[in-house]
């Protein structure tokens, strides 16, 4: 059977680059004169009642302009009904309405999920093209929004870090990844953060040893005349965030810190080069991953090629931040403490 028309959607939290794909998609499609269908609101989209209109016609000229905007033209969401067995059914019913022979979703682990719960109800093919800020789904080097959060992670610490020098004060960072440090170990090196604290090198276990080796490593770096200090942590690290690691740390040692949760900032702004250029080669290499039958696979990028991976293996949760990553702030962190004023 030939390929006419293509389904695609963005689903789950936003990413900086997902217009970029989006956009790529509508191109190699149109290319090889296939149709491609945009469902809004992510799978909410495919689930609507009929008399709301969640779907359009991508034409070239919808596409135009938007390679450099954040956020996503098809909007996003989360839908609960695709975990139920009626929301599945509505989707196969509206892709089976509106003549989609393949569905493309960009999204994160969540999205996947949803695309594997799908297929038990709809045979069309289908595919996923990894944006995340989490960089979080294993089989690719990058995911799709990465180096833009990692980026605007860095250039709001900087300003921190302003604030922090010419106050002598300490700061208390928190930074988006959900259950993922690569965000947390990239912008805290980049920002020649005193500490980095994320899943790789952190255990609830050990949460009061943790609490007075900072106190003790504050103290020193005090003592050392440094003017600032920055402490970088992963959301849903610390029991209570950087806001009660900030407390404990003024109850137990007497050490005044400010938090700061950057939060969904690192979600928006137009995204870098590097997102945009992964987002089109993805977009491209998917529509042709579908043009050669290709079906239940996520595109990956490994070594600068690209790869399909078993959307099954991509959200196993397996892919770790880089030991070199790890070391290398280690290895800092022996060095700053040794530095005297």
């Known amino acids: ?47 609507c009642e009929e008399h709301i209109v969640m779907a359009e016609s991508l034409t070239l000229l919808k596409v135009s302009g938007i390679i450099h905007l954040g956020g996503t033209l098809l909007r996003s969401a989360r839908c609960q009904l695709m975990h139920e067995e009626k929301g599945l059914k509505l989707a196969a019913k509206t892709l089976n309405e509106h003549n989609i022979d393949a569905l493309v979703v960009i999204g994160g682990d969540g999205s996947f999920s949803g695309l594997l719960a799908l297929k038990h109800y709809w045979s069309g093919q289908m595919i996923g093209i990894p944006g995340t800020i ?17 980026n605007t992670g860095i250039e ?52 009061s040893e943790t609490l007075q080796q900072l106190a003790t490593e504050i103290a020193e770096a005090k003592a050392a005349c440094h003017s600032s200090y920055i402490i970088v942590i992963a959301e849903n690290l610390w029991p209570g965030g950087a806001i009660e690691l900030a407390k404990q740390l003024h109850q137990h040692a007497d ?15 137009s995204p870098v080069a ?10 491209v290499a998917a529509v042709q991953a579908l043009i050669d039958g290709k079906s239940h696979v996520m595109v990956a990028e490994q070594d600068n090629a690209m790869h399909l991976i078993a959307l099954d293996e991509a959200i196993k949760h397996k892919k770790l931040v880089s030991k070199q990553l790890i070391d290398a702030q280690q290895n800092i962190l022996a060095l700053t403490a040794q530095t005297q004023c």
Not at 16 to 45: D, K, S, T, W
Not at 255 to 269: F, K, M, Y
């Open 1 to 47: 059977m030939s390929l006419k028309r293509i389904g695609i959607l963005t689903s789950g939290g936003d990413a900086p680059g997902m217009n970029a794909a989006i956009r790529a998609v509508v191109l190699a499609a149109h290319h090889h004169q296939i149709e491609v269908i945009g469902f809004y609101h992510g799978f909410n989209g495919l689930v």
């Open 134 to 150: 989490d960089n979080d789904l294993d089989g690719t080097d990058y995911t799709i929004g990465f180096a833009t959060a990692v």
């Open 156 to 207: 709001a610490i900087d300003k921190i870090r302003d604030t922090a020098d010419a106050f002598e004060r300490i700061f208390i960072v928190e930074l988006m990844g959900r259950h993922s440090g690569h965000i947390t170990f990239n912008v805290g090196i980049a920002c020649a953060a005193e500490q980095v604290l994320s899943f790789e090198n952190f255990s609830i276990e050990k949460q």
């Open 255 to 269: 050490i005044e810190c400010t938090p700061c949760i950057l939060g969904h900032i690192q979600r928006g702004g």
């Open 274 to 283: 590097k997102d945009r250029i992964l987002a089109t080669k993805m977009g």
